[in-house]
């Protein structure tokens, strides 16, 4: 079974700064990975798709990369804005399953 | 466009009840998804439908957990005789691709069912 861990758990930073947050998954067999944010009491939204043969995608402040081989995925966020708290979650999908980490729960402070 | 829809968005059901969860995933969509969102957790898959058919169900805690997607499109998930675990939310996705789309398949949620079960 896919094991996903996403580190930190929780992340709390002031305003402008730029944050990595780190996906790691034991099953590299994938076919993609899309990462997510979850607000409160919320559905998950879809941030990035990154395709098993791409190393990333780029969607405005956001950047993801795909280490493959070694099971990583980076979420980059550039510019943090008191907007961007919530649970960012990264999702491998393989075997027709997309399997879920913890998350990361940030916090940006005005 | 309209998004995934699921219904109700609470349920408080007393222990031992039957309940029903709806699920209308985007116009079109050929597979749909169920999961299970434990409080703090990241969701956990409970079945998969490709069209009409039930092709995974691996997920499903028990035999009390049953879903259903009769014309491929709206999707009902079904717990009966609840018990005080199977509180959670309760998130429906549908992507756009079967497996034969698989690098390509994004999946879209709905806004969950929040079950709670005294």
């Known amino acids: 079974k896919q094991e996903v861990t996403q580190i930190p758990a929780a992340l709390s930073v002031p305003e402008g700064e730029n944050l990595v947050l780190n996906c790691s998954f034991t099953?590299?067999?994938?076919?993609?990975l899309q990462w997510f944010r979850q607000d409160p009491g919320k559905g998950l939204t879809s941030l990035l798709l990154?395709?098993?043969?791409?190393r990333e995608q780029t969607s405005g402040r956001l950047n993801a990369s795909l280490d493959k081989s070694s099971g990583r995925s980076t979420l980059y966020i550039a510019a943090s804005q008191p907007g961007d708290s919530a649970t960012y979650l990264c999702?491998?999908?393989?075997?027709?399953?997309?399997?879920f980490g913890s998350g990361t729960k940030l916090n940006v402070k005005p | 466009g309209a998004g995934v829809s699921q219904s109700p968005r609470y349920k408080v059901a007393k222990r031992g009840q039957d309940v029903a969860l709806r699920c209308d995933p985007i116009?079109?969509?050929?597979?749909l998804f169920w999961y299970q969102q434990a409080l703090g957790q990241g969701p956990e898959f409970l079945t998969y439908?490709?069209?009409?058919?039930?092709?995974?169900k691996s997920g499903l805690p028990s035999d009390r957990f049953f879903a259903e997607r009769p014309e491929g499109s709206v999707s009902t998930l079904k717990i009966q005789r609840t018990q005080q675990e199977d509180s959670a939310v309760y998130l429906c996705?549908?992507?756009?691709?079967?497996?034969?789309?698989?690098?390509?398949?994004?999946?879209?949620f709905g806004p969950g069912t929040r079950l709670t079960v005294l």
């Open positions: 099953d590299s067999a994938i076919y993609n």
């Open positions: 999702a491998p999908y393989n075997f027709n399953k997309f399997y």
């Open positions: 990154i395709q098993s043969s791409q």
């Open positions: 116009s079109g969509h050929v597979s």
């Open positions: 439908f490709q069209n009409e058919a039930q092709l995974d």
């Open positions: 996705a549908s992507s756009p691709l079967g497996t034969s789309g698989t690098a390509y398949n994004e999946q879209f």
